[in-house]
């Protein structure tokens, strides 16, 4: 699930597209670079996300299972690359 893109499904962020940065039992840590950053992810119940069939790249899931320094910009290129494939669709 690591490199996943969801949205979220309740609360005030309703709709907004995350990456899941980490899983923890049936929560999941999300970032979406801008106001969630790779260093403040928000922790968000399984139950209230919502799985897109799409992933981030590869080389940035080995990032993040390696526990390197990840920017706020890639996570940001990440859900920008996705948007502008949806849109071509």
Partial sequence: MIG???K???GHDKDTLYVVFRE???FVYLCDGKTKTPD???KKSKKHIQL???FVSR???EKIEKN???YP???KFELKKYLISKDKK
């Fill in 24 to 26: 923890a039992g049936e």
């Fill in 40 to 42: 403040k992810c928000k």
């Fill in 52 to 54: 897109i069939n799409a």
């Fill in 8 to 10: 979220a499904k309740a």
């Fill in 73 to 75: 910009e890639e996570i």
């Fill in 68 to 70: 390197e320094t990840i």
């Fill in 59 to 61: 080389e940035l899931i």
């Fill in 4 to 6: 996943q893109l969801v």
